[in-house]
């Protein structure tokens, strides 16, 4: 591996990552418990058991971290100027003193504190270790994972194709790459949004790195905790950054001073989707339990318990399939109507129980929204060409939940081809500008047409404000923190 070094020096290379620093694994097969931990059979006490007897894990783990360090140092004393940076697996206090940096990946770090598993105090200050205490000079990266949606490992792993589809879907979790993004502007690291686990250093670009906050001029301080749920600011020269992990509700933060929204980005062409963030943006995946996607993700969280978005079957015998291997969607599951209509060879199976669903939600703002519906790449079903959707207010009259809503008048209605195009796992659009009004309960119903041959499939609702989350603007009152996100502002 070290063979490389000479000709990557010579050409300029500043420094070299090194994957899998790791803690002693002592490699014992089945015949030693099939464990590789300290609490495996490392002296070979078991009957089975047939290696030679080993000095006790901590012995063997002192000398693994040691072997690590002479390996260092003998390296830098040949290439001085390189730059070493780690991907470290669960012990690191040994390797801070005599490398550059770390590579967070999200599993290490930001997706761990987005998840509600880890505080960002916890994170910051592991970050400052690294940043004060490494080998001169330092480099840390972190990253933030997009969400697979339930195959965390399906996706671009080997025979699994990452589509453009999904790339783009990953690519526009503006809220995710937001909270990721002010997390690290809390540290002095690096940051970077990648598409899952597997594809760091796409090419992904979002009007956040266009603001010209300047140089940081305090330390980040925490301005409100609940237990391990916080908020932070941290301010700049010319800005400051918010970030929330409150999991289910807002906070509203008085800046000190006029502070404006961020500009549009002048990089059109090389924002994520060609789009700003909207201001409102949410997900409503077909879970039969109901609530939002991702559920701990506060997606929905101006609305009170009675009226969480969910999605419920209507009428009809659906099927949900699981395949995370061909089936491009959200979540590691679809819902597919069990009997065909029509027949695709014109062989009529006669007219099946109208099959309905819908998604249902509360509107979080007044203005003109766009929804969209996953097109999900169904390689068991041939899927129809006229399924037939209707949003409309929700009928919040009736005395049984799950009963089938048949009053009230479509606002909006169209026919969805389902097999329109790849089935690559986009989105799907199915209105627009359609206006509604905050704190008002709608419903996307989809039915089966009996008269159209095909199966109807059914995934995740995205439902999009057509307003802007930037746009250069004075922000009047206090900055609004959305729960599980980050706001750049700047001063006025």
């Given at each position: 591996a070290l063979s490389a070094l000479p000709a990557l020096t010579q050409a300029g290379v500043d420094g070299v990552y090194l994957d899998g620093v790791v803690d002693f694994d002592i490699g014992c097969g089945p015949s030693?418990?099939?464990?590789?931990?300290?609490?495996?059979?490392?002296?070979?006490?078991?009957?089975?058991?047939?290696?030679?007897?080993?000095?006790?894990?901590?012995?063997?783990?002192?000398?693994?971290?040691?072997?690590?360090?002479?390996?260092?140092?003998?390296?830098?004393?040949?290439?001085?100027?390189?730059?070493?940076?780690?991907?470290?697996?669960?012990?690191?206090?040994?390797?801070?003193?005599?490398?550059?940096?770390?590579?967070?990946?999200?599993?290490?770090?930001?997706?761990?504190?987005?998840?509600?598993?880890?505080?960002?105090?916890?994170?910051?200050?592991?970050?400052?270790?690294?940043?004060?205490?490494?080998?001169?000079?330092?480099?840390?990266?972190?990253?933030?994972?997009?969400?697979?949606?339930?195959?965390?490992?399906?996706?671009?792993?080997?025979?699994?194709?990452?589509?453009?589809?999904?790339?783009?879907?990953?690519?526009?979790?503006?809220?995710?790459?937001?909270?990721?993004?002010?997390?690290?502007?809390?540290?002095?690291?690096?940051y970077g949004f990648d598409i899952g686990g597997e594809f760091y250093g796409s090419p992904t670009y979002y009007t956040e790195y266009n603001a010209s906050l300047g140089e940081a001029v305090k330390d980040p301080v925490r301005i409100y905790a609940s237990g391990e749920q916080e908020v932070w600011i941290r301010e700049f020269a010319n800005g400051y950054v918010i970030v929330s992990s409150l999991e289910t509700q807002k906070y509203t933060w008085n800046p000190p001073q006029s502070v404006l929204e961020i500009p549009l980005s002048s990089e059109r062409t090389r924002l994520s989707g060609q789009k700003e963030a909207p201001a409102w943006s949410f997900v409503v995946d077909?879970?039969?339990?109901?609530?939002?996607?991702?559920?701990?993700?506060?997606?929905?969280?101006?609305?009170?318990?009675?009226?969480?978005?969910?999605?419920?079957?209507?009428?009809?015998?659906?099927?949900?399939?699981?395949?995370?291997?061909?089936?491009?969607?959200?979540?590691?599951?679809?819902?597919?109507?069990?009997?065909?209509?029509g027949g695709i060879s014109g062989t009529s199976q006669g007219f099946p129980p109208l099959y309905s669903a819908a998604w249902t939600f509360q509107a979080p703002a007044s203005g003109p929204f766009n929804f969209s519906t996953t097109a999900v790449d169904s390689h068991l079903y041939m899927l129809t060409d006229g399924a037939m959707v209707c949003l409309r207010v929700l009928n919040t009259s009736r005395s049984r939940p799950l009963a089938p809503r048949m009053v009230g008048n479509c606002m909006a209605s169209t026919t969805l081809d389902q097999r329109n195009n790849i089935r690559d796992g986009r989105w799907q659009s199915i209105f627009s500008s359609v206006m509604l009004q905050a704190n008002v309960s709608y419903e996307v119903v989809v039915t089966m047409d009996p008269s159209r041959s095909g199966y109807v499939a059914i995934d995740a609702l995205l439902v999009e404000s057509e307003s802007l989350y930037n746009g250069n603007g004075a922000i009047a009152g206090g900055v609004v923190i959305s729960p599980m996100d980050s706001r750049i502002v700047i001063k006025g």
């Open positions: 030693c418990n099939g464990k590789c931990n300290p609490t495996a059979d490392i002296n070979c006490t078991s009957p089975n058991c047939s290696h030679v007897p080993q000095p006790p894990y901590e012995v063997l783990h002192s000398r693994w971290i040691g072997l690590y360090a002479e390996w260092f140092r003998r390296v830098k004393a040949v290439y001085p100027s390189l730059i070493w940076v780690n991907n470290l697996a669960l012990e690191e206090g040994p390797f801070i003193p005599i490398s550059n940096g770390r590579q967070y990946e999200g599993g290490a770090g930001l997706d761990v504190i987005y998840a509600g598993n880890r505080a960002i105090s916890s994170f910051v200050s592991e970050i400052l270790t690294w940043t004060t205490t490494a080998v001169k000079p330092v480099y840390v990266n972190v990253h933030m994972n997009a969400n697979m949606g339930g195959g965390s490992w399906r996706i671009g792993r080997w025979q699994n194709i990452l589509t453009q589809g999904e790339t783009m879907r990953f690519a526009t979790d503006f809220r995710r790459m937001r909270f990721g993004l002010g997390v690290a502007l809390l540290t002095d690291a690096y077909n879970s039969p339990m109901g609530g939002p996607y991702p559920v701990a993700g506060g997606d929905d969280w101006w609305a009170n318990d009675t009226s969480r978005s969910r999605f419920t079957v209507l009428s009809g015998n659906w099927t949900t399939v699981t395949d995370q291997t061909q089936s491009h969607q959200v979540g590691n599951s679809f819902m597919v109507s069990f009997t065909e209509p």
